[in-house]
């Protein structure tokens, strides 16, 4: 059974930033369509950014520029970088995982809190 597990999340002050990682097993890691997503309390769910298995990325447009997805298939893992953080990325950020079979992962998710 393939498995995802996110860490990095943490307390950061409005213009810092984090590095999200997401480690993946279990499963063919580079056959995977990745993606970042966020939730916070009270709203949905929402995709941040995603990567294709060519490194092709696509981000959410309150993330342009200050968010950076990448991957590194030797190490099963994927990585979130964000910078100049602000209030509203407050939330749980999760890690997906997508075959081209139809087969979806999800990790349990870590923590963001951007306060002053």
């Known amino acids: 059974q393939a498995q995802l597990v996110e860490s990095g999340g943490g307390l950061v002050e409005p213009g810092g930033a984090l590095t999200l990682s997401c480690t993946g097993s279990?499963?063919?890691?580079?056959?995977?369509?990745l993606a970042w997503y966020r939730q916070a309390p009270g709203k949905e769910r929402e995709l941040v950014a995603s990567?294709?298995?060519?490194?092709?990325?696509n981000y959410a447009d309150s993330v342009k520029g200050r968010f950076t997805i990448s991957r590194d298939n030797t190490k099963n893992t994927m990585y979130l970088q964000m910078s100049s953080l602000k209030l509203e990325d407050t939330a749980v950020y999760l890690c997906?995982?997508?075959?081209?079979?139809?087969?979806?992962?999800w990790g349990q998710g870590t923590q963001v809190t951007v306060s002053p």
């Open positions: 997906h995982g997508a075959t081209v079979h139809g087969n979806k992962y």
């Open positions: 279990g499963g063919i890691f580079r056959s995977y369509f």
């Open positions: 990567i294709t298995t060519r490194s092709a990325t």
